[in-house]
Each structure stands twice: as structure tokens, then as C-alpha cells.
């Protein structure tokens, strides 16, 4: 079900937009060499707590999970790249890691992930995240009253053709409000001008994500994290928005 929001809700949500969007600069900041993801998740954890948040990972248990997440953050290290279950590992030089961090502050939810490299970094990780951005960006940008879900779709997708990138259907984006996880889908690929019309009040997560030389994954032994088949690092960017009137509102915008 397509729920709108009011201007008055999408008011009532920004609270939560800048709550995550802090936790992820914090994050973004925090992480560096030798870091463990285990300190990384109880930065989060902590904050929440301060902000008298709720994280909406640490119960989560969907169809496709062994157990609940039992985490409040996501990391994805190198040819991990999505839904990364924090683990005793210490950040090494060159690392490429992705976050993504998705809480409920008065009743709204919000959702972000960013990616970075820890210490020297390689060109060509750069270059993944900085296409990752730009799809991201573009996405935004389609997300205008008018437009369907599938120019947004497109939009990210041409930025990975553009760059040489295959792009996995799998994983998107998707609706956001009360909880984390609603319609419609946002696909990382698809046909400009076909899927739902999108108006004025829709809250939706923006999220491309793209590995270096595949769109094969696996899931890990973890249960959870999400690798490359063939073990090319990966990069993942994800912001919440509004559509309105006056166009897309990113909710989760870092200042
Ligand atoms: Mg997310």
C-alpha cells in the first residue's frame, strides 16, 4: 500500500532525518584504522539511547534472515555491500567501508548509508563510491511530482551503464514512514515513464548500490551480510526523501 504524507507529517519526520543523518556523519568520521565495527555499532547504539530513538534493526527478522539482526547498524566491508552484521574486525588501511543506519525518532522512521575509505585509499574505489553518489543524486533529482518510479529508476541505472557498472534488481529502495520498509519498490534499473506516478507527500529511501566487476551476490555464512560473487568491493549511498510540490526534500541530508 502507496501511504502519502501530509506536509504537516513530513514536518513531524525531519527529526528523524537529522538523527540519522548525524549518526552517519558521526560514523563517517569515526571510521579509521584500526576501529573495530563492534565500536562502530556502539557508537550507534549510544547515540540512539541519547536521542531516545529506536533502532529498527536490532528486532528485525525478515523472511530472509536466519535470526534477528541484533545490531543497530549496518557495516559492509570491501566485497560485503549490503546488510553487513557487525563483527569483531579491525578497520586495515584501505578498507572500503559502507554504513547504513535506519532509526525511528517520534514514531518516524528514517533511513541513510554512505560509503568510505579507511587510511590510503585505492582510485578506484573513489570512483565507485563517487558513481554510487552520482546515481544517488540523479535519483533524487527524478523524484520530482509527475515523474514514476521508474524515472527514477532509470536515472540510476544510466549512471552505472555510464560508468560500466552492472546493477543488481534485488535490492532498493524503497517506502518509508511508521516503519522501515514499505512500497513502493525502487528498482536500481528500469524503464523511464512505466511504474507508479509519483505525487506530492510520497516518503521513499533512494538507495543504488554497485560492485566493481559484477551484479552476482551471495549472502555470507553470517546469515546476513550480502558479498560479491566474484569478490569485487562494492559501494552503497541511501538517502530518505519527500516528494513535494516544490520538489525532493532529502530528509536525511548531512550538513
Ligand atoms: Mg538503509
Known sequence: ????????????MRPAGRFVASVISALAE?????????????????MIRAQGAESCYIDYHPSFGAMPFGKVLCTSVNEAVLHGLPHDYVLQDGDLLSV?????????????????????????DLDLIATTDRALAAGIAAATVGNRT???????????????????????????????????????????????K???????AIEPWFLHTTDEIYIDKDGWTIKSQ??????????TIAVTDDGPLVLTARG
Open 1 to 12: 500500500m502507496i501511504e502519502l504524507r501530509t506536509p504537516t507529517q513530513i514536518e513531524q
Open 30 to 46: 569515526k571510521a579509521d584504522v584500526g576501529v573495530n565495527l563492534l565500536e562502530l555499532d556502539a557508537m550507534a547504539h549510544d
Open 100 to 124: 547504513d543506519f535506519a532509526a525511528s525518532v517520534d514514531g518516524w522512521v528514517a533511513d541513510s548509508a554512505l560509503s568510505v575509505v579507511v587510511g590510503t585509499p585505492r582510485q578506484e
Open 150 to 196: 521508474g524515472d527514477i529508476s532509470a536515472a540510476i541505472g544510466d549512471v552505472a551503464r555510464e560508468a560500466g557498472l552492472r546493477v543488481n534488481l534485488q535490492f532498493g529502495g524503497h517506502g518509508v514512514g511508521r516503519t522501515m520498509h514499505g512500497d513502493p519498490h525502487i528498482a536500481n534499473d528500469g524503464r523511464a515513464g512505466r511504474g507508479l
Open 198 to 204: 509519483l505525487r506530492a507527500g510520497l516518503v521513499i
Open 230 to 239: 566474484d569478490g569485487s568491493r562494492g559501494a552503497h549511498m541511501e538517502h
